[in-house]
C-alpha cells in the first residue's frame, strides 16, 4: 500500500482539533484526524509562526505521531524535506505563499482551507504554479464533501423535479461572514445549479460601507469582515438568492426549486416534495464525509489522476462572485457582470 507523507501548515482548530466523541460515533472536523483515519496517510511535519502552536499539536497528537517534526517557518520544512500531501490552514489570506512554495518545491498535493484567495490575483498565482508543476490541489468547501447534497445533484439531474430554475440559501450563525463561511454557501449555490455565475447584485450589512475589496484579518474575528446578501443569475438561467444574518444560533438551509417539485436541504438529509407528495432523502452511507472526504480526494488523485469534484478553478469562480458582491456594493448595489 503505498504511503504518503502529509505537513499541516496553519495549526488552528479546522487543522489540528481531536475527533469529537458524540451520540453517533467520532465526529472528525479536522484535517489532522481525517489524516488519522486514512491507511494511506501520515503526518509527519506541523508549522505555525506560533511555537506555542505547534507544541500544543505534538503534545496532543503525540499518542498518534510521536516523531513529528515541528516548524515556524515552512521554507524550513520545505528544506527538510519534501512532503508528498500539504494541507493549508493558514488565514484565509496568507494561503497563496504556502501554496505556490509548496507547489514549486515538488509537493505532489495540496488541500487548501477555503476560500482559495481573497483576490483573483493571488487565485491565479496560486493554480497557475500547481499546473505549472503537475501538484493536484483540492479547496474544502465541504459541502461539496457531504452524501446529501450528492444525492440532491443526483436528483437535479435525472431531472425529479423537473428543470431547475430558482436556489436560495439562508444562513444564520454568528460567523456569518461573507469570505470565511459565506463561501461555502455560494460555492454550493454553484455546486447545485451546475452553470457558471454571469450576473451579481450584493448588499453588505451596514458598517460596511468602505469594504471596497477584503479588508478582513484572515477570519479570526467575526466582526472583521461583513456579512452580506446576493443574488446570482447563472449562464443556464438559474436564479439564486444568498441570505448571510449574524444571529447567537445557527441554522443553514438551501431551497431548490424546479418546473415540477421542490428540495429544502440541510447538511444530514433533504425533503423532496412533488406532485405525489413529500418525501425524506437520507443518503447511503459513505466511508467519510466532509474533511475525511476531502483528504480521500487528494489521495485518489494522487493515485489515479483526473478531476477534483472541488477544483481549484471552482474556487475561483466562488471568489470571483465573493468580489463581484463587494464590487455591486461599491457601485450602489447595482447588478455587476461577469
Not at 454553484?190 to 452553470?195: D, E, K, R, T, V
Not at 444571529?247 to 423532496?272: C, H, I, M, N, P
Request: a negative charge.
Amino acid at each position: 500500500m503505498r504511503s504518503f507523507r502529509v505537513a499541516l501548515v496553519g495549526l488552528s482548530p479546522v487543522a489540528a482539533r481531536r475527533p469529537d466523541n458524540t451520540f453517533f460515533g467520532r465526529a472528525i472536523n479536522s484535517h489532522a484526524a481525517a489524516y488519522a483515519v486514512h491507511p494511506n496517510c501520515e503526518v509527519v511535519a506541523v508549522c505555525d509562526i506560533r511555537r506555542d502552536m505547534v507544541t500544543a499539536f505534538r503534545s496532543t497528537w503525540a499518542d498518534t505521531w510521536p516523531t513529528i517534526a515541528g516548524y515556524n517557518d515552512f521554507r524550513d520544512l520545505l528544506s527538510d524535506g519534501v512532503p508528498d500531501i500539504v494541507s493549508v490552514c493558514t488565514p484565509d489570506n496568507a494561503h497563496a505563499h504556502i501554496v505556490e512554495d509548496a507547489a514549486s518545491a515538488g509537493v505532489a498535493g495540496i488541500l487548501c482551507e477555503k476560500p482559495l484567495a481573497t483576490d483573483l490575483a493571488d487565485a491565479d498565482r496560486m493554480i497557475a504554479a500547481c499546473e505549472a508543476h503537475g501538484t493536484a490541489l483540492v479547496v474544502h468547501h465541504n459541502r461539496r464533501f457531504l452524501p446529501v447534497y450528492h444525492r440532491v445533484r443526483d436528483l437535479l439531474l435525472a431531472g425529479e423535479i423537473g428543470r431547475l430554475q430558482r436556489l436560495s440559501c439562508y444562513h444564520a450563525e454568528p460567523r456569518a461572514m461573507l469570505f470565511r463561511n459565506g463561501t461555502q454557501m455560494v460555492d454550493t449555490l454553484c455546486f447545485l445549479a451546475g452553470s457558471p455565475v454571469v450576473d451579481v447584485w450584493g448588499r453588505l450589512e451596514p458598517g460596511y460601507e468602505h469594504w471596497d475589496r477584503y479588508r478582513g484579518d484572515g477570519g479570526h474575528d467575526a466582526h472583521s469582515e461583513p456579512s452580506a446578501a446576493a443574488r446570482l443569475t447563472f449562464a443556464n438561467g438559474v436564479t439564486a438568492a444568498y441570505e448571510g444574518v449574524r444571529t447567537r444560533g445557527r441554522v443553514v438551509w438551501f431551497d431548490v426549486g424546479g418546473t415540477e417539485g421542490s428540495v429544502r436541504v440541510q447538511d444530514r438529509y433533504a425533503e423532496l416534495t412533488t406532485q405525489a407528495g413529500s418525501s425524506v432523502l437520507v443518503p447511503e452511507p459513505y466511508d467519510g464525509g466532509g474533511v475525511t472526504a476531502a483528504v480521500s480526494e487528494v489521495v485518489r488523485l494522487l493515485l489515479y489522476g483526473g478531476e477534483s469534484i472541488s477544483s481549484p478553478r471552482a474556487a475561483r469562480h466562488t471568489l470571483e462572485i465573493l468580489l463581484a458582491i463587494l464590487e455591486s456594493h461599491r457601485r450602489g448595489n447595482q447588478p455587476v457582470r461577469l
